[in-house]
């Protein structure tokens, strides 16, 4: 495998309708060579049908998809450099690991012998050859993904694309799972496009996560922009961890983090007043739900570190003013 292999991926005004609906509406986005990038956004919103045209598995109704230098719009799955992981992994249950891997060089009219010999190798890469005559049955969820992993690998592709890798796994393979992803990616150094709807996940992963909102990009950034400068209204409620308030026509987004609860009012321009209505012992952090005074805001949740909290509790049905620092208000477009 080439890691340096030109791997850049452009979407060009990319655009997908069925029928009367439009899927994916007209998007730009450049995912540098190399990079792990996540298509990140609730059900419906366009994640799935952007990859599935990168793949070549779905028709592109508009636009153009560059990978490297060259145009792969229209050009057959098989011929793009780009390969596919599913969400179940998609293993075929009557075959053993290594002919799973192997599959599609048997398509391309490969050898038998040259085939297995490059299946096998690649199971030896992903610490699984000593599996390799197992049935994915006999094998764990962390094991077929690492199949999974190597059967899309087999065709050298430039681009791998996931399609929800780790939802059919439990939450605490989930994390090793994605910890080994993360692993693989920087050890191939290809480019990654990995699809999720968890907010968590794009986090952890992500060089840079691509916020979708029907058909269309919300912001392009690192996690850590995301987090600190949502871009709009939708991106700071959809991350989570932030409060969107609305006062003298102006919008912000506070992190719930970087608010303090006061349990007698000041005089700060930068503060609500609010009535506790939950309190959640979360470990490290205690969250507390808070109604706010009308129309200022929907929703309020101010997150107090563990020893702040239990040095003066509040409890539920204390009135509180919500305060916080001018420079921790970020503006959002109106
Ligand atoms: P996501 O992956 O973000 O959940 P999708 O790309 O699957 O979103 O779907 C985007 C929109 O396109 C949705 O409104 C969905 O109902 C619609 N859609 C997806 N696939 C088809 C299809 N084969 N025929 C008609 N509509 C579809």
Redesign the pocket.
């Known amino acids: 495998m080439q890691p340096s292999r030109q791997s850049e991926l452009e979407l060009i005004k990319l655009t997908k309708r069925?029928?009367n609906?439009t899927?994916v509406d007209a998007i730009d986005l450049r995912i540098p060579s190399g990079s792990y990038c996540c298509l990140l956004?609730p059900?419906?919103?366009?994640?799935?049908?952007?990859l599935r045209m990168i793949a070549g598995h779905e028709d592109v109704s508009d636009g153009d998809i560059l990978l490297g230098s060259r145009n792969i719009t229209v050009l057959p799955a098989a011929a793009r450099g780009t390969a596919m992981m599913f969400q179940s992994y998609a293993l075929f249950p009557h075959l053993t690991a290594q002919e799973n891997v192997a599959f599609s060089l048997k398509m391309r009219g490969v050898p038998k012998a040259e085939r297995l010999k490059r299946a096998h190798d690649l199971l030896e890469r992903v610490a699984m050859g000593s599996y390799a005559q197992r049935k994915p049955a006999e094998l764990s969820g962390g094991q077929q993904q690492r199949v999974a992993l190597a059967r899309a690998l087999i065709t050298e592709p430039s681009v791998l694309l996931l399609d929800e890798p780790l939802s059919a796994l439990d939450p605490f393979l989930r994390i090793r799972m994605r910890a080994e992803l993360k692993r693989w990616q920087l050890e191939l150094g290809f480019t990654f496009v990995h699809?999720t709807h968890s907010q968590e996940e794009a986090m952890a992963l992500a060089d840079q996560v691509v916020v979708?909102n029907g058909g269309r990009i919300e912001q392009v950034a690192t996690p850590h922009e995301l987090f600190n400068a949502p871009a709009s209204e939708f991106v700071a409620r959809f991350m989570g961890g932030h409060n969107v308030v609305k006062r003298n026509d102006q919008t912000i987004a506070i992190r719930a983090d970087r608010m303090q609860l006061l349990r007698t009012p000041g005089q700060s321009s930068h503060a609500l007043n609010a009535t506790v209505r939950g309190i959640e012992y979360q470990g490290t952090y205690v969250l507390v739900s808070l109604d706010a005074e009308a129309n200022a805001s929907d929703d309020l949740s101010v997150m107090l570190q563990e020893a702040e909290f239990f040095n003066a509790p509040f409890e539920v049905g204390t009135s509180v003013q919500v305060a916080w620092s001018a420079t921790d208000a970020h503006q959002l477009p109106a």
Do not use: E, L
């Not at 059900?43 to 952007?50: D, E, F, I, L, P």
């Open positions: 069925y029928g609906t899927a956004g059900s419906g919103c366009g994640k799935t049908s952007t699809v979708m």
